[in-house]
């Protein structure tokens, strides 16, 4: 049982590329998102998904893509790389019911992007 | 709007000592959760504790325990007998609801241990 799987683990980009990180849980989650972290910060919501199919934005959308074909995979989309995109990111899955009752929450490894 | 403050931006501790790390949350939907990370200096997010909003009793996971007081709106954590491993970034986040499924996070706070 893997977890939550995201590679690759570090990525130098250069302004203006484009690159795909990606995201694989094997817990059958319903639920996936992505969060970024950047220096001194907690970790703030990019896109996320509550089904296959079925994608919504977070707090820092803007130059991110998403998709969910499948419930394992929900791999995030740079469009055109800026150097504020340089951060930390992670991805997360987790299943949780009405009236907070908690099954799982949890984080992959990340992603460390530097863009240049 | 959902909101977590976190206000310790560094606590210093002693081996064996406990300490309580600060956390109050504002949202007005009833169900929600309260989770507590560490993250240490390698970087990846570890899960320390849960507290769901309709949960009678205070969380507890060996020396974590969650001071969990809805009518002030806080969810403090608390080590019990600290230890040199403990020292790392600690953050605390909130689960709500309208969202499907999302984590507001606190911007942290960084725990020392010292021997």
């Known amino acids: 049982n893997a977890g939550v799987t995201q590679t690759p683990k570090f990525q130098v980009l250069k302004t203006g590329q484009s690159m795909t990180l990606q995201c694989a849980q094997d817990?059958?989650?319903?639920?996936m998102s992505w969060y970024r972290q950047d220096p001194g910060m907690g970790l703030r919501l990019i896109h996320y998904s509550v089904g296959a199919g079925i994608t919504d934005q977070g707090e820092v959308p803007n130059g991110y893509n998403v998709s969910r074909s499948t419930t394992e995979d929900f791999p995030l989309r740079l469009l055109s790389a800026a150097p504020s995109q340089t951060s930390v990111y992670f991805c997360a899955s987790s299943y949780w019911e009405h009236r907070g009752r908690y099954y799982g929450y949890t984080f992959g490894s990340g992603t460390r992007l530097t863009v240049v | 709007a959902q909101k977590i403050t976190q206000t310790q931006p560094g606590m210093f501790v002693q081996e064996k000592e406990a300490v309580t790390l600060d956390c109050t949350y504002d949202t007005s939907d009833p169900s929600y959760g309260l989770f507590w990370y560490k993250q240490p200096s390698s970087g990846e997010m570890i899960f320390l504790i849960y507290q769901g909003s309709y949960d009678q009793q205070n969380a507890t996971e060996g020396r974590y325990s969650l001071n969990f007081q809805k009518a002030r709106k806080s969810a403090n954590l608390v080590i019990s007998a600290s230890q040199l491993g403990d020292s790392a970034m600690y953050f605390c986040a909130l689960l709500f609801n309208q969202a499907g499924t999302a984590l507001i996070f606190g911007k942290g706070t960084t725990l020392s241990v010292s021997s």
């Open positions: 817990m059958n989650h319903e639920y």
